[in-house]
């Protein structure tokens, strides 16, 4: 008898190597069984041989179920149905049987383990709504804190209506490896189709936090109603568009169509390109159309001031709590990307993007805070510790690792955690260089950040990481081949 294969739901949205979980706690593995056949004493012990095969399932059995206040016994055990219906001899279809009855019961296990998985990794993406909402409260002047906040609960019910609507069926609608690229889907509007629910909730968390990274730049200078229908047309239109490109089985970018983009398609796990660089450009638009708040960069009779013009934040206790709590939520963000839990290749990704996430942001904190130190203190003479900074670089730390978080090895994390910091402060000066106001900063962090990570991925990638998430280790990492093809000489130099 041979070993099932695990069934590894949702292939179309992400694609893992399809390894046998790691349920030795209660698996019913042929080895087991085979193992018993061959005990001398087993031959002629039926009933044992299939009880004790029958223990093992019933494991799988009683996790399935919803027990609350029943117990295993009111229902007949798979042993029960099995020798009811085939008798007690010891047969081929009796083993046949007890086996399939283990295989449904620990199909039944994964499948719940993988939806709460999911359901619980959105849970904390849309937890990062609190660090927006609080990040851009304490990023701008008091008098505008209560706009803000409202802003950000309407990114969360505007954008609900419009990935119910019409978000969802662009992105991942009709999907379907055999038709070829598409630019968006065309199926299962307003949820009408065969939609796990699990993915769309998770899926609902990613659009509402592109969404919201426009909410701060824009603070201060926009009307409600035009806000709210930006929010409804970024999670409807903008973000399906992005994320069908990449991660759609039909997206043109996908690493998962039958022929990927040059091989491989764009390596991006969690979005920094579709999620947070779509983002940052969509808030580079609505600044440039704004235009700077008053006072910002010219005073009243439009002459350029020597200096930009100071406007926050008000309360950098709002700020760090943003900050810490967009920190939290990303752990849902990065390791929740790799869909499924229940399985040992699927529990490696999941740990190495949460080891990388942890790395990227406190590398980008440092490198931010202390460049900026050596920076001032060149300029000034004195030694300041910039918190804005420290805080920014460790969310562009996060944003840029976002894309390579279960591709590249913990030192490459490190690695492009510091760059991002040096990113974010050249790219913040180049804001107020080109007089684009941006109210919390979202542009470097964002934009910037995710293309910083985008363009890391494809030159850290490990082999051995993509083959564990992807299955496939085409177009490497430029660093990473060029230190292979050196050390493929130098090996053979020295063995001549």
Known sequence: MSNATVKMRRPSKRYLPR????????????????????????????????????????????????????TMSEDPSIFEVCTGQLGTDLTVELLQCVSDGAESAKDDVISGVNSFYLIFAGALVFFMQVGFAMLCAGSI???????????????????????WSIGYAFAYGGDDITKGKTFIGNADFFLSGETDMEFWFFQYAFACALSSIVAGTIAERTK???????????????????????????????????????????????????????GGVAALVMAIILGPRRGRFYDDDGVVLDEPKSM?????????????????????????????????????VASLAAVNTTLGSAAGALSGMFTSTIVDERKTGVYTWDTTAAMNGCLTGLVAITAGCATVEPWAAFVIGLTAGWVYLAASALMLRFKIDDAVDAIPVHMFGGSWGVFCTGLFTSP??????????????????????RLRYARQYYTQ
């Not at 992005?242 to 796990?269: K, M, R, T, Y």
């Not at 963000?333 to 699927?346: E, H, K, M, Q």
């Not at 051995?464 to 093809?485: C, E, K, P």
């Open 19 to 70: 390894r046998r979980g790691n349920f030795d706690a209660f698996a019913l593995s042929p080895p087991v069984v085979g193992s018993f056949l061959l005990t001398p004493g087993a031959l002629s012990t039926t009933n044992s041989l299939i009880n004790f095969v029958a223990d093992k399932v019933d494991v799988h059995r009683y996790i399935s179920q919803s027990v609350t206040t029943s």
């Open 141 to 163: 002047r008091e008098k505008n804190v209560k706009n803000v906040l409202l802003w950000n609960l309407l990114d969360s019910a505007g954008g609900a209506f419009g990935f």
């Open 224 to 278: 409600m109603m035009a806000y709210l229908c930006y929010s409804i047309f970024l999670c409807g239109f903008v973000y399906p568009v992005c994320a069908h490109a990449f991660w759609s089985q039909n997206g043109f970018l996908s690493a998962f169509a039958a022929e990927p983009l040059w091989g491989s398609g764009v390596i991006d796990f969690a979005g920094s390109g579709p999620v947070h660089m779509c």
């Open 312 to 348: 926050g934040p008000h309360s950098v206790t709002l700020q760090f709590l943003g900050t810490f709590a967009l920190w939290f939520g990303w752990y849902g963000f990065n390791p929740g990307s790799s869909i499924l839990i229940a399985s040992a290749a699927s529990g490696d």
């Open 464 to 485: 051995r990481r993509l083959i564990t998430a992807y299955g496939n280790d085409n177009n490497v990492g430029w660093y990473v081949m060029m230190r292979f093809i």
